[in-house]
């Protein structure tokens, strides 16, 4: 059984930085699986937040790019998403998501804060 689990959400202050997980298991080769991040804010839908393809290629929501960074460990079956120069509109659950062929996985989401 596949599971993701994300972890690394907390409160931070406007200007600062985060890095969240992904630790994925049940997963025989993590490499297969499209990879990404989303983010849901109270009262709003889910929305993308960055995407890292089976070859590595990334891709970035325009209200993260240049500030947020997405990764992954193969080996590791473990999914990255450094953040920096953080606002308070990034204040959301942040899930990671693993898909292959038409089948999506969903971690629980970790809480990230941006508050003075």
């Known amino acids: 059984q596949v599971q993701l689990v994300e972890s690394g959400g907390e409160l931070v202050q406007p200007g600062g930085s985060l890095r969240l997980f992904c630790a994925a298991s049940?997963?025989?080769?993590?490499?297969?699986?499209?990879t990404a991040w989303y983010r849901q804010a109270p009262g709003k839908q889910r929305e993308l937040v960055a995407v890292i393809t089976r070859s590595g290629s990334t891709n970035y929501a325009d209200y993260v790019k240049g500030r947020f960074t997405i990764s992954r460990d193969n080996p590791k079956k473990t999914l990255y998403l450094q953040m920096n120069s953080l606002k308070p509109e990034d204040t959301a659950v942040y899930y990671c998501?693993?898909?292959?062929?038409?089948?999506?996985?969903w971690g629980q989401g970790t809480q990230v804060t941006v508050s003075a």
């Open positions: 998501n693993a898909q292959i062929y038409s089948t999506n996985y």
């Open positions: 049940g997963i025989t080769t993590f490499s297969m699986y499209a």
